[in-house]
């Protein structure tokens, strides 16, 4: 007998074998079937509310359209603002196949943007993280990948267009390749968009030695052009059956990011009438790339156990060059001065990381332990330029060399258990940091070592059919970022900037959950959370020398209580409605710094 895939079975004559056999041809004739109706069924994508996260599966079904960041706007609990995710009205730490992505909100942004809907498999909302996850940050969003079922090719092409007040362009391309021993996929996309924001912004000065009292009123107008590239990559190697191998690699190079600033300020005096006028004339072309590569082993160990080792490298590199030009002038229109001055900018860092996991059961338990090391090594620095008639004139004072260092070393350990109607999990996790920001130029040293505990609880009653009550308890560190440590001043006209700090903080924060479901699409949760020195860009304003800066700060407190309410429902079979609200009501505490009131 002799079969192939699309012809029909071919059968040779009785044969008595009792001896090699050759020159048997057997001919293959080719089957053709005429199917008579094709359906084409889509899924529906459902919720799934676990003991620590709810899961939105999505892979193909209707949710799955577009990019992946048109899914995270679809799913349950999540809100963008101002192009920023965020989970219960604070900003998510994004995760890829349970790999943190170090990017700033607009770089994620373009990232996902290039990343079509189809390769996504679920995103899971993780409010208060177990401990298997870093400590540091707020809610989790892990966006899991999906694979390519069937051995073979498979390859897409998508471009979209978006047309507000400027047009943004994408176009992206995925591949999928698999055989029995390797498991392909890249993708690739290509940006272009252009921006505009305006801005308009009363300040009013108090009277100081040097100045009488007066109101000043701005435009603030930006136009924004960049093209970005993306490429992301995943290989999976089947080693054996109990053992695999996967690389990952992520760039994302954007070789062009101009910002055209323009803004008009009238100063007025005590009595209300015009006293002058500044115009502010500014221009920012910014070239960044980041890169990502990642290696990821597991092993089957049978009994339940499982090991996984994960090692990655992350390399950013930020180069920028600001010029600040700007005219004061009477309301008669006669000149009074003209400044002029230009920064260049630059920042590269390094991100070494690398983990090893263990989970197996221990009778109706299951625990999971695992250590992790995470290594940064950033330097930045800026020149500040001054333009004079005849030349330009360095200014060693508002320039700066700043050089960042942060090593973690975290071990963690956590238990579960699933039974009738109840699931519970708890976990610790240990993290000791050992941080050092040197402002050379400045002469500002900020040197922190601490060990901090960082306990979980979860518990998940499922009462019926119908309803399921949930509690969970987390404590969460947030550590500055360098970009916030960096004392780098970026202008917005010469009497406003916004400026890093080097002596900010980590904050600590305690949240308490507890969540009602019922009939699997309707859910109510209650937050209670109590930060410690969270991190904060605060306004300060500067009364003897007409400057308001914006700063990085850490805050003495907030508290939030937050009352939040999910709904979904398929209004027909194509037609999905999702509703999220949130009423909260926050209260927080800070330092004036320059009136030493609270």
């Known amino acids: 007998k002799a079969t192939f895939v699309g012809f029909k079975d ?43 996260r709810l899961v939105f599966n999505v892979e193909n079904t209707i ?16 809100m963008v603002v101002n192009d920023e995710i965020k989970v219960r009205n604070q900003p998510a730490v994004i995760y890829i196949n349970d790999r943190k992505v170090y990017l700033t909100a607009q770089e994620l942004k373009q990232l996902l943007e290039g990343f079509s809907g189809e390769n996504v498999k679920s995103v899971e909302v993780i409010t208060n993280p177990p401990a298997k996850y870093d400590a540091e940050g707020g809610s989790v969003i892990n966006i899991v990948t999906s694979k390519n079922p069937s051995i073979g090719y498979k390859g897409s092409l998508q ?29 690739y996309s290509y940006n272009n968009e252009q921006n505009y924001k305006q801005d308009d912004s009363r300040i009013n000065y108090t009277g100081s030695a040097m100045f009488e009292p007066s109101s000043w009123y701005s ?59 500044y115009w502010t004339n500014g221009f920012l072309d910014e070239e960044n790339l980041t890169y990502l590569a990642g290696l990821d082993y ?12 994960k090692a990655n490298f992350i390399y950013y590199d930020d180069e920028r060059r600001q010029d600040v030009s700007t005219s004061y002038v009477l309301p008669n229109g006669d000149n009074l001065t003209h400044n002029s001055f230009y920064t260049l900018p630059a920042q590269n860092s390094r991100i070494y990381t690398g983990q090893v996991d263990y989970t197996t059961a221990l009778g109706k338990w299951s625990v999971e332990t695992g250590i992790k090391y995470a290594g ?7 020149d500040f330029m001054l333009n004079t008639p005849n030349n330009q004139k360095f200014d060693g004072i508002l320039s700066d060399n700043f050089k960042y260092t942060e090593n973690i070393y975290a071990a963690y350990l956590s238990t579960s258990r699933n039974w009738e109607k109840w699931s519970v999990q708890g976990g610790l996790r240990a993290e000791y940091t050992d941080a050092l920001g040197n402002s050379i130029t400045l002469g500002k040293v900020n040197s922190q070592k601490y060990l901090e505990l960082f306990p979980t609880f979860y518990a998940l009653n499922t009462i019926n059919d119908k309803h399921s009550l949930a509690l969970s308890y987390s404590r969460r560190i947030s550590r500055p970022r360098f970009q916030s440590l960096n004392p780098y001043r970026y202008y917005i006209n010469e009497n406003s900037y916004n400026q890093g700090n080097p002596f900010i903080t980590a904050g600590i924060y305690n949240k308490v959950k507890t969540t009602w479901t019922f009939m699997h699409n309707f859910s109510l949760s209650l937050y209670y959370d109590w930060n410690t020195n969270p991190e904060e860009l605060l306004p300060f304003q500067d009364n003897e020398n007409r400057v308001l800066r914006y700063e990085n700060t850490n805050m003495r407190f907030q ?21 999220y609200t949130s009423l909260f009501t926050m209260k927080n505490r800070f330092i004036a710094e320059e009136s030493g009131m609270q």
């Open 10 to 52: 071919a059968y040779s004559d009785i044969l008595v074998v009792d001896k090699s056999i050759s020159g048997l041809v057997l001919t293959l004739r080719e089957s053709t079937e005429v199917l008579d109706e094709i359906h084409v069924m889509a899924k529906r994508p459902t919720i799934q509310q676990q003991v620590d």
């Open 63 to 78: 949710a799955a359209t577009g990019n992946t960041y048109d899914i995270l706007r679809r799913t349950p609990s999540v």
């Open 159 to 187: 471009a979209t267009s978006t047309q507000s007040i400027y047009g943004k362009n994408t176009l992206s391309t995925s591949h999928y390749y698999k055989t029995n021993g390797i498991n392909a996929f890249v993708n």
């Open 219 to 277: 435009d603030f107008k930006r136009d924004e052009k960049k093209t970005a590239h993306s490429v992301n990559a995943i290989i999976d190697f089947a080693l054996s059956e109990k053992n695999s191998l996967s690389f990952t690699t992520n760039a994302l190079l954007t070789p062009r990011k101009e910002n055209l600033i323009r803004s008009t300020t009238e100063i007025y005096g005590a009595d209300a009438v015009l006293d002058s006028i």
């Open 298 to 309: 597991s092993q089957d160990m049978g009994e339940a156990s499982k090991l996984t080792a």
């Open 376 to 382: 940064i090594n950033s330097e930045s620095k800026q």
């Open 559 to 579: 508290e939030q209580f937050s009352l939040d309410a999910t709904y979904y429902e398929y209004l027909t079979d194509w037609w999905l409605h999702s509703s």
